[in-house]
């Protein structure tokens, strides 16, 4: 705990020093305009950056990548609240109730209660990631490649067995991801796989760049389709917004910490925020006296689900910095650049890195501080964003990530798999095929096999070796229950006759 | 939007044929150091076929239900989306003659102009000052270097 703290004072010590300051500040200004903005993400943000980070020093680098993810978590519900519009996934569920607030002329105390919220969700999940982050990684370095395998086949059940989606379309995209990875050069004999003599396909895709046209075109075409018309409320965030704001969420104790709890819980698994927010929303709704007021600008159906939302976005730090598995595809966009700098997230990073965890930890805490002075003093500005017309945005939005896509790996082609992964985006979008865990396939497609062929060369060739007790084989089960819940809970209600 | 999930399905079906035949010829089974190349990509192979097949059969099903069924693009928002697609393709193919920035100009006055059907002035000044302003950022602050293409490095002289 003491070595804690004192790693903890020295990576202030980095994260506080001017240019880092003066990095992250811009980070968080770029992060919550692409988080205000609808079909531009956290993820794809992060993406379109990773080419300009390569030049900066490691740490300052990774903390310019998660002052956009921070800022983008801030930025998504500014939209939700005054637009309607939820400028990020996670941020559906405080439209239903900070934007009725708004509409009632309380815009400023609406916003002010969804940004002290996320300062809570997310400071919840910072002392999280501080002081487990390095018993977690402790336990991680016993892990070898079997485990390493399971606690893979963990992320992706919980994928197809809680995500609610599909669980037959969520198989299908990860197997899809998965494919995907493995095209080019085959990374332990070095033949080359599924390229069918084309020298374009012998490089592999780039994850980034499917990030970039999955999230990124994907969402336009969708934005395009629905024919975006914003109408927003006019907002100013006063003092006086700030003070009533305070006062209103201690009267709401029950639902701050509730939904920070249920977001650092949720975010530790993939793909955590959105179901996140709507969880807490739903379990406030139901525990609440007057379930009337929801729907109508509830305090409190701002607070949870606000809360949630951050503590989910900060606690899937953890899984990616100490075991190398990203929660969400922005956490995967970030572990991308992480490896950029030769950094391998897992457990030896704490070991080898200290100085640069320590520094990315600290970074969370000084970045989420200043994005919560940065929104309450410049919201209106940031909502002025919106004010510009969707066809002098689109075009510049296209043609920043066609930069951020040719930029990864100086190849043009790598554009037109950006086009051609942005319609791809658009149809797994109507079709109900969900673009995270293939997006977390392709990122982690290498590190799996790899993996499971060493844990089999390991076993001599049986299987056996991923039920290996002790920590193999609970992960492993956990797995499987989880992997095959869709089929299990319907019998579970057959049989007890209760629902779950 | 069945026509379509079947349409997928089906290519979904053909890819991982398409998988396990080139596992097959790089070999799937225990070579002499372990698994061979085509292991895991085999696995995948056959898993997407079985996973596609009952996603094909589930909505077949349904399709034999009831024939009508919600279109996949809502009615006319075919064109807008297409608006979007047609052009930055053709700014990508433009890119490989002039650079990007010279294309994104073009692109952003297009789309601007007779898409958006905003005014001249406004349509010139941001397809003006955008990809100069990234021009300096990329190419000449961060020292990444985008795409000229055939003749761009001759039609910037700075």
């Known amino acids: 705990m003491i070595e804690d703290f004192n790693n903890l004072v020295m990576g202030l010590g980095i994260a506080l020093q001017t240019y880092n300051i003066v990095i992250a500040v811009v980070g968080l200004i770029l992060g919550i305009i692409v988080g205000v903005l609808p079909g531009l993400g956290g993820a794809n943000g992060v993406a379109i950056l990773i080419p300009v980070v390569v030049t900066m020093p490691a740490t300052t680098g990774?903390?310019?990548?998660?002052?956009?993810?921070?800022?983008?978590?801030?930025?998504?519900?500014?939209?939700?609240?005054?637009?309607?519009?939820?400028?990020?996934?996670?941020?559906?569920?405080?439209?239903?109730?900070?934007?009725?607030?708004?509409?009632?002329?309380?815009?400023?105390?609406?916003?002010?209660?969804?940004f002290f919220s996320h300062g809570a969700g997310g400071l919840l999940g910072i002392v999280l990631l501080t002081f487990f982050a390095p018993v977690i990684a402790e336990i991680a370095l016993k892990f070898g490649p079997a485990e390493i395998f399971t606690v893979m086949m963990l992320t992706f059940s919980a994928f197809v067995g809680l995500s609610g989606k599909s669980p037959l379309k969520t198989v299908i995209a990860i197997l899809f991801g998965f494919i995907l990875a493995a095209i080019g050069m085959d990374i332990v004999s070095g033949q080359l796989r599924m390229t069918f003599g084309s020298v374009a396909l012998m490089g592999g895709f780039n994850f980034v760049v499917a990030v970039i046209g999955l999230f990124g075109l994907g969402e336009i075409f969708l934005t395009v389709e629905e024919g975006l018309k914003v109408e927003g409320i006019v907002a100013r965030v006063g003092l006086k917004d700030v003070l009533e704001g305070l006062k209103e969420i201690i009267r709401y104790p029950k639902a701050l910490i509730m939904g920070a709890l249920v977001g650092c819980w949720m975010g530790l698994k993939p793909g955590g925020a959105t179901p996140a927010s709507f969880m807490a929303y739903g379990f406030i709704k139901q525990s609440s006296a007057n379930k009337d007021e929801f729907g109508k600008g509830a305090p409190a159906g701002i607070i949870a689900p606000e809360s949630a939302a951050h503590g989910a976005g900060t606690s899937a730090t953890l899984p990616m910095i100490t075991l190398g598995i990203p929660g969400s595809p922005t956490m995967a966009v970030i572990m991308g650049g992480l490896m950029i700098f030769g950094l391998q997230p897992g457990p030896m990073l704490f070991k080898e890195h200290a100085d640069f965890v320590w520094g990315l930890i600290a970074s969370c805490w000084v970045g989420n501080l200043i994005g919560l002075f940065l929104v309450m003093a410049f919201a209106p500005l940031f909502a002025s964003v919106l004010k510009i017309r969707f066809s002098i945005l689109m075009p510049i939005i296209?043609?920043?990530?066609?930069?951020?896509?040719?930029?990864?790996?100086?190849?043009?082609?790598?554009?037109?798999?950006?086009?051609?992964?942005?319609?791809?985006?658009?149809?797994?979008?109507?079709?109900?095929?969900?673009?995270?865990?293939?997006?977390?396939?392709?990122?982690?497609?290498?590190?799996?096999?790899?993996?499971?062929?060493?844990?089999?060369?390991?076993?001599?060739?049986?299987?056996?070796?991923?039920?290996?007790?002790?920590?193999?084989?609970?992960?492993?089960?956990?797995?499987?229950v989880i992997f095959f819940w869709p089929v299990i809970a319907p019998v579970k209600t057959k049989l007890f006759g209760k629902k779950t | 939007m069945r026509k379509a999930d079947i349409l997928v399905s089906l290519l979904f079906v053909a890819l991982g044929i398409v998988v396990v035949y080139d596992s097959v010829t790089l070999g799937f089974q225990w070579g002499a150091n372990g698994p061979?190349?085509?292991?895991?990509?085999?696995?995948?192979?056959?898993?997407?076929?079985?996973?596609?097949?009952?996603?094909?059969?589930?909505?077949?099903?349904?399709?034999?239900?009831?024939?009508?069924?919600?279109?996949?693009?809502p009615e006319g928002a075919l064109r807008p989306i297409l608006w979007v697609v047609v052009p930055a393709t053709v700014m990508v193919v433009i890119t490989e003659l002039v650079g990007l920035h010279i294309a994104a100009a073009l692109y952003?006055?297009?789309?601007?102009?007779?898409?958006?059907?905003?005014?001249?002035?406004?349509?010139?000044?941001?397809?003006?000052?955008?990809?100069?302003?990234?021009?300096?950022?990329?190419d000449k602050f961060f020292l990444i270097p985008l795409p000229q293409g055939l003749w761009g490095a001759k039609l910037i002289p700075f």
């Open chain 2, 108 to 138: 952003l006055g297009f789309y601007m102009r007779l898409v958006g059907k905003i005014g001249w002035a406004t349509t010139l000044l941001v397809s003006i000052i955008v990809p100069v302003s990234l021009y300096f950022t990329f």
């Open chain 1, 62 to 114: 990774v903390i310019l990548l998660s002052s956009i993810y921070w800022g983008a978590l801030y930025g998504g519900s500014i939209t939700s609240i005054l637009f309607n519009i939820p400028g990020e996934p996670w941020s559906v569920a405080t439209t239903f109730d900070g934007y009725p607030m708004a509409k009632a002329g309380k815009a400023g105390k609406a916003l002010v209660l969804a």
């Open chain 1, 398 to 480: 296209v043609y920043v990530c066609a930069i951020g896509a040719y930029a990864v790996n100086n190849r043009v082609i790598d554009v037109y798999y950006m086009l051609i992964f942005g319609v791809l985006g658009y149809l797994f979008k109507k079709l109900d095929y969900p673009i995270a865990p293939m997006v977390l396939a392709l990122v982690l497609g290498d590190m799996a096999e790899q993996a499971m062929r060493q844990a089999l060369i390991m076993g001599q060739g049986s299987p056996m070796i991923f039920f290996k007790p002790p920590i193999a084989l609970p992960i492993m089960v956990a797995a499987l």
């Open chain 2, 36 to 73: 061979e190349s085509g292991f895991f990509p085999f696995y995948l192979g056959v898993g997407l076929i079985v996973g596609s097949l009952l996603v094909l059969r589930k909505v077949w099903a349904e399709y034999r239900q009831k024939r009508s069924a919600v279109r996949l693009i």
